[in-house]
C-alpha cells in the first residue's frame, strides 16, 4: 500500500474580482465581487514507502498548495488524500506524529528562545524519549554540525544556521514522511552541499520524501522520482533517468575556429547537423541527434575537416528539458 496517495485533489480559491489601481480598490469596497481560483487541478499522487520524490513547477504552479494539502494543513476542495492511510486535515493530530515539515520560507523554532530550547519542547510535544532524543541531537550534530549554534536565540542565526535548526525540528520525532518545500532557498553553496548530503543520508535510512525546489541541482542529487506540475495539473511523473532518456536526445559540440565562422557554409556541408553562432565570431554549436550519431563519429567527421583550435563538449541540461516542460513543448 502506498504511504501517500492522492486522487483527483484540488484547491480552488476565493479570490477578489478587482480591477487594477486606485479606482478598483474603491470600486470593490462598494461592491465585492470574488472569483474562484484553482491552484490545484485534479491532481493523481501515488507515493511508495521509501520514494524520494520531487515536486517542481514554474511559479505560482500550485506546488506549495499542494504541500499544504498533503501535511493536513488546507482541506481539499475536491478529491481525497491519504498519508499512511489516514485523511491528514480530519487526523491532523495522529497524522503530525508520523510526518515531518519544512517551509524554506517560515521557520518552526520559537524565535525567542535558544535553538535547543524549540528543540526540547519538540522533543516534549512528540513524546520522544530520552535516549531518543540524544542519539538523534548527536547525529543531527554530526551532520549538520547543530552545536555551533543550540545555544543561540533563532532570532539571531544565520539563514543557514535556521535551515539546518529547522531540519532538525522537523525529524527529531524521526517521522516516516517528510515534505519538504525549498529547503535550500536562499543558501549559499556550501550549505546547500551540506543540506543534500544530509537529505540522501536520509532517504538511504528509508525516510520516504517529498521535496520542492526550484534548484534542480536539489532535485537530481536527491531524488529519483520528479513529479512537474504547472497550472495546478501534473505535467510530468517518473524517473529522472526516463526524463532525461526520453527528452535530451541531442547534444552540443562548440567549435572554436582558426577564423570566424560561416555558418551557412558549414550547414550546407554538414547537413546532418544543426548549426548555429556561438558568442564569438570563431565559434560555432554544433547540435546533432545522440541516437543517430555518436560523440566519436560527429567529433572525427568535424575536426578531419574544420581542424578547430578548440571544442568543447555538452549536453540539454534537465533545466532545459524541464523549462521546455513547463512551456508545453513536450507531452508527457
Ligand atoms: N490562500 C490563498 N488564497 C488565494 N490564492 C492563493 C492562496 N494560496 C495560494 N494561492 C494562489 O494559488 C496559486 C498557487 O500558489 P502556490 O503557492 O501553491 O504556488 P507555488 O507553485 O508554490 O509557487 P512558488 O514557486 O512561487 O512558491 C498562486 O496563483 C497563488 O497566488
Not at 518552526?108 to 542519539?135: C, F, I, N, T
Not at 577564423?259 to 554544433?286: H, I, M, Q, R
Not at 578531419?304 to 508527457?332: C, F, H, M, N
Amino acid at each position: 500500500m502506498p504511504i501517500l496517495e492522492a486522487q483527483a485533489l484540488t484547491k480552488t480559491f476565493r479570490r477578489p474580482d478587482k480591477d487594477s489601481g486606485f479606482k478598483g480598490a474603491v470600486r470593490h469596497l462598494m461592491q465585492r465581487k470574488y472569483k474562484n481560483y484553482t491552484a490545484v487541478d485534479g491532481i493523481d499522487l501515488s507515493i511508495e514507502a521509501g520514494e524520494s520524490v520531487a515536486y517542481v513547477g514554474p511559479n505560482g504552479a500550485g506546488k506549495s498548495t499542494t504541500v499544504k494539502l498533503l501535511t493536513g494543513i488546507l482541506r481539499p476542495s475536491e478529491g481525497t488524500v491519504r498519508v499512511m492511510g489516514r485523511d491528514p486535515h480530519v487526523e491532523r493530530i495522529a497524522n503530525a506524529h508520523d510526518i515531518g515539515v519544512l517551509f524554506g520560507q517560515r521557520t518552526q523554532l520559537w524565535w525567542d528562545l535558544p535553538v535547543e530550547e524549540s528543540l526540547k519542547l519538540l522533543k516534549h510535544m512528540y513524546g520522544v524519549s530520552d535516549a531518543d532524543y540524544k542519539r538523534r541531537i548527536e547525529r543531527f550534530d554530526e551532520l549538520l554540525d547543530l552545536n555551533e549554534f543550540m545555544p543561540a536565540l533563532a532570532r539571531t542565526l544565520s539563514l543557514g544556521q535556521r535551515m539546518r535548526a529547522d531540519l532538525a525540528c522537523a525529524l527529531i520525532h524521526d517521522p516516516k514522511m517528510v515534505y519538504l518545500d525549498e529547503p535550500t532557498i536562499g543558501l549559499d553553496i556550501s550549505v546547500k552541499d551540506r543540506l543534500r548530503a544530509f537529505l540522501r543520508e536520509l532517504v538511504n535510512d528509508g525516510t520516504t520524501l517529498l521535496l520542492t525546489s526550484h534548484d534542480l541541482a536539489d532535485i537530481e542529487e536527491v531524488c529519483e522520482r520528479i513529479v512537474v506540475i504547472d497550472k495546478g495539473a501534473v505535467a510530468y511523473d517518473g524517473s529522472i533517468e526516463r526524463l532525461k532518456a526520453h527528452y535530451i536526445t541531442t547534444k552540443a559540440v562548440n567549435l572554436y575556429l582558426e577564423g570566424a565562422a560561416n555558418v551557412p557554409e558549414l550547414a550546407e556541408k554538414f547537413p546532418d547537423y544543426e548549426w548555429t553562432a556561438g558568442e564569438a565570431p570563431s565559434e560555432v554549436v554544433v547540435t546533432y541527434e545522440s541516437n543517430r550519431f555518436t560523440t566519436a563519429e560527429v567529433l572525427g567527421s568535424l575536426t578531419a575537416q574544420l581542424s578547430p583550435r578548440d571544442l568543447s563538449l555538452s549536453e540539454p541540461s534537465i533545466e532545459d528539458v524541464i523549462r521546455r516542460l513547463y512551456a508545453g513543448e513536450l507531452t508527457k
